[in-house]
């Protein structure tokens, strides 16, 4: 089962060690020890064990017999793969609560989920807390829509493929050429929020999937620019090396 990162604090340890991965800080196979990236992070050891339960989880690292993690190694086209078929089944369930009818409970949840995130992004740029408020919010929207759509078969096989680095809905950031930039992409995959929820809440369900399946690609393109910019993007984030083939 997927561990709970409650509060505010472990939300930002998360995204920080996220990012870092995504940034290729650290080599596959790299032991990830608690209290060397506690001091890194400048955060206590509780956010950054359980950070680490969670990564492992979403297969971004791996736990070692003796105890501990390590890095997993990985390659563009296996995160690529794993972002569109979340896509796939996204859209799938999307298009299933639109035919089946959104209750008044879920559509009150989901727009609530939409408030939260409007206040985080509707900004001139985001700042590491404002991106963990996207994340929360980001990951409960699709839970409810997932497990709205009332399709077994669909959720089992996203946890499975929450599991394929980088396949959770919420294990990317923006990867651009300045925070502002990254802010314009996060405002405009919101946006797709909006628009998804106005197809499920008028029952328009081949809207509804196509949404679903065209909101995963501005992750797909925050990997291809961070793969194609690197020099750029270490810029932004310095230390970038991005995905690396496994071994």
Request: charged fraction near 20%; aromatic fraction near 4%.
């Amino acid at each position: 089962m997927k561990p709970n990162i409650p509060n505010s604090q472990q939300s930002r340890v998360l995204i920080q060690l996220r990012d870092l991965i995504l940034k290729g800080a650290f080599a596959p196979g790299e032991r990830l020890a608690e209290i060397p990236l506690a001091e890194r992070l400048e955060a206590s050891r509780t956010p950054v064990r359980l950070a680490l339960t969670t990564l492992e989880y979403e297969g971004l690292i791996e736990a070692v017999p003796s105890g501990g993690y390590r890095m997993r190694g990985f390659t563009h086209e296996e995160v690529a793969h794993a972002i569109r078929t979340r896509g796939v089944l996204e859209g799938y369930a999307a298009r299933q609560l639109a035919e089946k009818g959104l209750s008044p409970e879920l559509a009150k949840q989901l727009r609530a989920c939409l408030l939260k995130i409007d206040a985080a992004v509707n900004k001139a740029s985001m700042s590491l807390d404002d991106y963990a408020v996207y994340v929360d919010g980001n990951s409960q929207f699709h839970a409810l829509i997932l497990e709205g759509c009332g399709n077994r078969t669909v959720q089992r096989m996203m946890d499975m493929l929450n599991g394929q680095p980088f396949g959770a809905p919420s294990a990317m950031l923006p990867m651009q050429s300045s925070l502002e930039e990254g802010t314009r992409w996060m405002q405009h995959a919101h946006c797709q929020h909006h628009m998804l929820l106005q197809a499920i809440e008028h029952g328009q369900g081949a809207r509804a999937q196509a949404l679903g399946e065209e909101h995963v690609e501005i992750a797909c393109m925050n990997v291809d620019y961070a793969t194609r910019n690197p020099e750029v993007a270490a810029q932004v984030l310095p230390g970038i090396r991005l995905v690396t083939n496994a071994g």
